[in-house]
C-alpha cells in the first residue's frame, strides 16, 4: 500500500502541523552614524532572589556609541516604547536619516504597538532570524563589555543604584574605551565623525615615532589603524589600516 501511495506522490504527512516561514538572513549597512541602531533588553540582579532591574540599551552600529539607555522595573513594550521615543527624541533623529533600527523578536520588539510607533517616526525595523545567535552581534557584544567590566556589581540594592552604576559605565564607554574595531578610536570620536580629525593628530606622532626609532617598526612600515569604512548586520568585520608617508 505504501509504494502504491509513493507512486502516487501521496505519502506525506496527513497531520495538521504548524508551517514555518522561511526567514530571509538580514544584511543591513551603515556607511555613517545614525543610519543603523540595535537594540536589546538585559537585566540586572536586585537583592532579593528572583528580583530584577531591567537594562534597555540602544547602541549605534557604525560608532557603537550608546545613543540611549533606560533602567525600568518592567519588560514589555509600553516601556520599550517610550524608551524609543525618548531616544529618538534625545538624538533629533528624523526622516531624512534613513534609520533602521534592528533587534531580536522579543515580545517588547514584536509588539503591534512598537511597530506602528517605528512607522509613525518614519524609521525602518529589522529583526534577526529565530534561533539564530549572531543576527544581533553589536548589543550582545555591548552587554558582554558592560558585565565584564569593573563598574559592573553583581547585585543592585534598587533602581537608583542601578542608574548611578550605569551612568558611570556608559560614560566612561562612550568618552573613553578604545574600541579595536574602531581604529582604537573611542565611539564618540566616530559618533561625531571626528575620524579624519584623529587620524591626522596620530599621522604626525606616528612619523615623528618613526624618525626616532626606526628599527621599532615591522617590515610594513608606519601603518595607522582606522574605522572600517562600511559596517552592518551581517557585514565581515575587516580590521582596517592605512600607510603614513
Not at 83 to 88: H, K, Y
Request: aromatic share 10%; proline share 4%.
Amino acid at each position: 500500500m505504501y509504494r502504491i501511495l509513493d507512486d502516487a506522490k501521496e505519502l506525506k504527512e496527513r497531520r495538521n502541523q504548524r508551517r514555518h516561514p522561511a526567514y530571509v538572513k538580514p544584511v543591513i549597512s551603515a556607511i555613517r552614524p545614525n543610519q543603523l541602531w540595535s537594540w536589546d533588553i538585559t537585566r540586572l540582579a536586585g537583592t532579593v532572589k528572583g528580583q530584577h532591574y531591567y537594562l534597555y540599551v540602544m547602541i549605534d552600529v557604525f560608532s557603537r556609541y550608546v545613543v540611549g539607555w533606560m533602567i525600568s522595573h518592567e519588560e514589555n513594550s509600553e516601556r520599550a516604547q517610550h524608551f524609543i521615543r525618548e531616544t529618538v527624541r534625545s538624538q533629533q533623529i528624523d526622516e531624512t536619516n534613513e534609520l533602521t533600527i534592528h533587534s531580536d523578536r522579543g515580545s517588547p520588539m514584536t509588539a503591534r504597538n512598537t511597530i506602528e510607533l517605528l512607522a509613525v517616526l518614519g524609521l525602518a525595523q529589522s529583526f534577526l532570524r529565530p534561533r539564530v545567535s549572531d543576527d544581533n552581534p553589536f548589543s550582545e557584544a555591548q552587554f558582554k563589555t558592560l558585565k565584564y567590566h569593573r563598574f559592573f556589581k553583581p547585585f543592585y540594592d534598587s533602581v537608583d543604584d542601578a542608574k548611578k552604576m550605569m551612568t558611570e559605565f556608559f560614560e566612561w564607554y562612550n568618552k573613553e574605551h578604545r574600541h579595536i574595531n574602531l581604529g582604537l578610536m573611542t565611539p564618540e570620536m566616530v559618533h561625531q565623525e571626528k575620524i579624519d580629525e584623529v587620524i591626522e593628530t596620530r599621522s604626525v606622532v606616528l612619523r615623528e615615532a618613526f624618525r626616532k626609532y626606526p628599527g621599532s617598526f615591522s617590515k610594513r612600515g608606519r601603518r595607522l589603524a582606522v574605522p572600517q569604512q562600511e559596517v552592518g548586520i551581517n557585514i565581515p568585520v575587516k580590521r582596517q589600516s592605512i600607510c603614513v608617508l
